[in-house]
């Protein structure tokens, strides 16, 4: 699937992962391939990109959304430092 996290000043990360691990407003939640459509808050917290099965990169985030469609994450957070 494809992920690119945004903020309002750059891009972050954009690429091809196997999943992303996102921590919502009720709890973490995982995304994977082929996950179905899905609109979510985001509160501060960790972010995990999941590279491939054994590969992962953390970004610390500030709160914003996640849109899942066609395939594609689109992360839109206040602001994101790599961990």
């Not at 196997?18 to 459509?37: N, R, T, W």
């Amino acid at each position: 699937m494809t992920l690119e996290i945004l903020t309002p000043e750059r891009k972050i990360f954009s690429g091809e992962v196997y999943g992303v691990q996102l921590p919502g407003i009720s709890g973490l939640f995982e995304v994977l391939d082929k996950h179905a459509p899905l609109v979510s808050a985001l509160k501060d917290g960790k972010l995990k990109i999941l590279k491939d099965k054994s590969n992962t990169v953390s970004y610390t985030i500030q709160s914003g959304f996640v849109e899942v469609l066609n395939n594609k994450a689109t992360v839109l957070v206040e602001g994101a430092v790599e961990n």
